[in-house]
């Protein structure tokens, strides 16, 4: 079945230690995305790829990098999380060619920073 | 600007009643599309359905159905005789053409036995 797959589920990172987190997709999708959701809240985008144009939104932190080497693949890394990173981390992909808009998401990343 | 507002934080119900689930929207343009997700406690969004605004047209689908009035700037989602596996949190979610999927606070719901 095509999917949205991320990985690690669980990661733990100690505070101020770099942390990437990793997405991938078999839907052929050319866009790409990236959440953060915290307990009990709405998940807050983080930035999107376009193909390869990186889309960030204007209140996410210089800590917050994200790289997109080919279609299937997204990583986000968070250079110096901070107690405030920890958060579940959303991967999810679009198809803006087929005019649809909608979103697949994947399993999510439960990041925690010790 | 896009805004989605879901009032109810919260909805508790008995396995069996039927719930409805609000969602009100805002946005300045005349062409957009408006999403329902699932999220159970696993964490992992599960898209159930698209709409866009030139299709009013209400859709039934099993024991969900939703209502889409653009005169009130709506779209809920009922469920019909609820099952405890529909325990989740519920986003609603607009995307105006050419832009990024704003999501609602969305709504906890609880089916008890």
């Known amino acids: 079945d095509a999917m949205v797959i991320q990985n690690p589920r669980y990661q733990v990172t100690q505070f101020g230690k770099p942390v990437t987190l990793s997405c991938s997709q078999t839907?052929?999708?050319?866009?790409m995305y990236w959440y953060q959701q915290k307990s009990s809240q709405a998940p807050k985008l983080l930035f999107h790829?376009?193909?390869?144009?990186?889309?960030n939104e204007a209140d996410t932190p210089d800590n917050f990098q994200s790289r997109r080497p080919n279609t299937s693949f997204c990583f986000l890394d968070i250079r110096s999380p901070g107690l405030g990173d920890a958060a579940m981390y959303l991967c999810?992909?679009?198809?803006?060619?087929?005019?649809?808009?909608?979103?697949?998401f994947g399993p999510g990343t439960r990041l925690t920073v010790t | 600007a896009q805004k989605v507002t879901q009032a109810q934080t919260e909805i508790s119900v008995v396995e069996k009643e039927d719930v409805t689930l609000d969602c009100v929207y805002e946005?300045?343009?005349?062409?957009?599309?408006l999403f329902w997700y699932k999220q159970p406690p696993s964490g992992e969004l599960v898209f159930l359905i698209r709409?866009?605004?030139?299709?009013?047209q209400n859709e039934i689908s099993g024991r969900y159905s939703w209502n889409f009035q653009k005169s009130t700037s709506s779209f809920n989602f009922t469920i019909t005789a609820s099952q405890v596996v529909d325990s989740a949190v519920y986003f609603c979610?607009?995307?105006?053409?050419?832009?990024?999927?704003?999501f609602g606070a969305g709504t906890r719901l609880t089916v008890k036995p």
């Open positions: 999810a992909t679009s198809s803006r060619l087929a005019g649809t808009y909608e979103q697949y």
């Open positions: 839907l052929n999708h050319n866009v």
């Open positions: 790829y376009y193909d390869k144009d990186f889309n």
């Open positions: 946005t300045r343009d005349t062409t957009y599309y």
């Open positions: 709409r866009n605004s030139f299709d009013e």
């Open positions: 979610a607009l995307s105006e053409l050419g832009n990024d999927m704003r």
